[in-house]
């Protein structure tokens, strides 16, 4: 096992040393990393593309699609590629599609890994290799502990949402009896952690599996604890199945939960009359009322409407395209350039700034609770801060 991982981390670490020269010229002939931006050049994005979690990965890679469609109208004789890595939200299968990504000298950073569980596999990897990341929607807070140099993400972690969703049961739903059930993935136990820390002890507490299809035993457990609301921690596939066998099983409460449920596809799973009233958070504003041109331009782009972290996903591929414009096209360069960006963001209208760790500056962080209304997910409240 050692010998295969030090084979594995070799190979990583000869990549990147190819890569430093690898970049291609421009038609000036300006080396790599100097004052011009190199040319056939590829920014990837990790998530899921298909799978029960592809509604949500889809939307963010519309809109990295949609900033370097845009940049390359603008830079017609210097084309970045997007270059797409499907992981189907699975930890199982980043690792291979890391190395993959970090074995393409033309790939200069990396949108994303979109869910936790898979940057805690992937992200050791781009971090060896020095391939700058920015996650658009991983929310696990530790992700920015492992000291990662090329760490970044594009939104609050879970410490900011988990604490939002139960100020809203608390001071919105009121709810005395809360329940509280998670995936037990890495974002949906983190989050359902942060969620208990502000509702104090649930009426009952469950742990259920992905891909799992039958609730019964957990749903005998919610209706006879008396809980008036359930804070579901994971993905829209096992939230819907599981609110579905819930009201029908008679019961009348209300489901919160958090930004991997806040997509169209979790209505479609359970059911619109189901759905019905369903609160689900994210650290993020609402795609819908981006600012500038990007919500008519996505909807030209792609004939729907921008989902959940289209709009950040789409601010971050423009900063990677800033800096490949100011020519940090290694990937160390652009790296440093990421690091030290500070900007607005054309669509969230968010200032870019990075701490030290790669979290965004806590001043940019805010969370919203979005609510299920007749059959779509609809902006309700900024949760406020306290």
């Known amino acids: 096992m050692r010998q295969k991982l030090a084979r594995v981390l070799g ?3 000869i990549g990147a040393l190819v890569f430093s020269g690898a970049a291609c010229k421009a038609d000036s002939g300006s080396e790599a990393g100097g004052g011009k931006a190199a040319c056939d050049l590829k920014i990837g994005f990790f998530g899921a ?13 519309n809109g990295a699609k949609l900033a370097i469609d845009q940049y390359n109208k603008d830079n017609k ?9 499907d992981s189907q939200g699975d930890p199982a299968k980043a690792a291979p599609l890391a190395q993959q990504a970090v074995g393409d000298a033309k790939v200069v950073a990396m949108n994303g890994p979109a869910f936790s569980g898979e940057s805690e596999v992937a992200d050791p990897i781009f971090d060896a290799a020095s391939l700058p990341t920015i996650s658009p929607s991983a929310t696990r807070p530790s992700l920015s502990t492992k000291g990662w140099k090329v760490f970044h993400r594009g939104v609050g972690n879970d410490t900011s949402q988990g604490p939002a969703a139960g100020r809203y049961i ?6 005395e009896k809360v329940y509280v059930v998670d995936d037990q993935s890495a974002y949906g136990a983190g989050l359902a952690d942060e969620v208990k820390k502000v509702i ?18 957990v749903v005998t457990k919610i209706v006879g604890s008396g809980a008036t609301a359930l804070f579901f921690g994971g993905y829209y596939t ?9 009201k029908g099983a008679g019961w009348n409460g209300t ?3 958090g930004d991997g449920v806040n997509d169209a596809n979790f209505i479609k799973v359970a059911g619109q009359q189901v759905a019905e009233g369903t609160i689900l958070t994210c650290p993020c504003a609402p795609a819908t009322k981006a600012k500038g041109s990007f919500v008519t ?27 490949i414009k100011a020519g940090k096209t290694s990937r160390a360069d652009l790296n440093s350039f990421i690091s030290s960006y500070s900007g607005t963001g054309a669509a969230t209208g968010v200032t870019y700034k990075f701490e030290s760790n790669g979290e965004l500056d806590p001043a940019q962080v805010l969370v919203w609770a979005f609510k299920v209304n007749a059959g779509q997910v609809v902006p309700d409240i900024e949760i406020p801060k306290s």
């Open 200 to 217: 104090g002890t649930p009426a009952g507490y469950d742990k259920i599996q992905v891909k799992q299809t039958n609730f019964s035993a």
């Open 238 to 246: 096992e939230a819907g199945l599981l609110l579905k066998q819930l």
């Open 77 to 85: 004789d210097c084309q970045v590629k997007l270059e797409e890595y």
């Open 297 to 323: 331009d996505y909807k030209t782009a792609f004939n729907a409407d921008p989902g959940t972290y289209a709009d950040v996903s789409y601010d971050i591929t423009k900063i990677m395209l800033e800096g």
């Open 11 to 13: 190979g990583v670490a």
């Open 49 to 61: 593309l298909t799978g029960d979690a592809a509604g949500l990965g889809i939307h963010m890679r």
């Open 255 to 257: 489901m919160v939960a």
């Open 170 to 175: 608390k001071n919105v739903l009121k709810a």
